[in-house]
T-cell receptor, first 116, second 111 residues
Framework: SAVISQKPSRDICQRGTSLTIQCQVD?????MFWYRQQPGQSLTLIAT?????????ESGFVIDKFPISRPNLTFSTLTVSNMSPEDSSIYLC?????????????FGPGTRLTVT | GEDVEQSLFLSVREGDSSVINCTYT??????LYWYKQEPGAGLQLLTY?????DMKQDQRLTVLLNKKDKHLSLRIADTQTGDSAIYFC???????????FGQGTTLQVKP
């Protein structure tokens, strides 16, 4: 398995500002993912972050709004830029762990963001 | 399409079995997962099944996969109040790691 931590766990931000969320894993992983869970909703993938390359964004998400860094195999950041109330969500990072040929995907505890 | 669908709510009595159902549309799905989310918490990986399997059992959890009908179910035996949570099924394709989630099923366990 993998132990994942995120900082901050929650924040309340004013519209127009930016927030950077950190994700730390206790082991080296190739693939890290960032998801968004809007209030009362399911999870939607924002982007895939691989070390040494640009993040790959899903339809509806752009780099200018959600810049991502992946400086090494245990760490990634997601920035939510120029925030509006519609960005109020839980943001979760996840990692793929390959064990005995199987893919297990583990999630961090999430960052609960409220934009006022 | 990318739809994964679940019923939204299930209520059972403590000690009964719970069965949560999920349907998906992509026949190329390689792994199917079940996650549990308790209020205010992140997602806990409960179990998963590879697409070439029909069944997987792990203690109180049984996963059944009907690939022909693209139907996945999670059975929780002897359901306890601590099992009350939202349960998400998710599928992944190939080696992309991308997960497509269902809407989540809220399981309510009555004492």
């Amino acid at each position: 398995s993998a132990v994942i931590s995120q900082k901050p766990s929650r924040d309340i931000c004013q519209r127009g500002t930016s927030l950077t969320i950190q994700c730390q894993v206790d082991s080296q992983v190739t693939m890290m993912f960032w998801y968004r869970q809007q209030p009362g909703q399911s999870l939607t993938l924002i982007a895939t972050a691989n070390q040494g390359s640009e993040a790959t964004y899903e339809s509806g998400f752009v780099i200018d709004k959600f810049p991502i860094s992946r400086p090494n195999l245990t760490f990634s950041t997601l920035t939510v830029s120029n925030m509006s109330p519609e960005d109020s969500s839980i943001y979760l990072c996840s990692v793929d762990v390959v064990t005995s040929g199987s893919y297990e995907q583990y999630f961090g505890p999430g960052t609960r963001l409220t934009v006022t | 399409g990318e739809d994964v669908e679940q019923s939204l709510f299930l209520s059972v009595r403590e000690g009964d079995s719970s069965v949560i159902n999920c349907t998906y549309t992509d026949s190329s799905s390689t792994y199917l997962y079940w996650y549990k989310q308790e209020p205010g918490a992140g997602l806990q990986l409960l179990t998963y099944i590879f697409s070439n399997m029909d069944m997987k059992q792990d203690q109180r959890l049984t996963v059944l996969l009907n690939k022909k009908d693209k139907h996945l179910s999670l059975r929780i035996a002897d359901t306890q109040t601590g099992d009350s949570a939202i349960y998400f099924c998710a599928e992944t394709r190939g080696n992309t790691g991308k997960l497509i989630f269902g809407q989540g099923t809220t399981l309510q366990v009555k004492p």
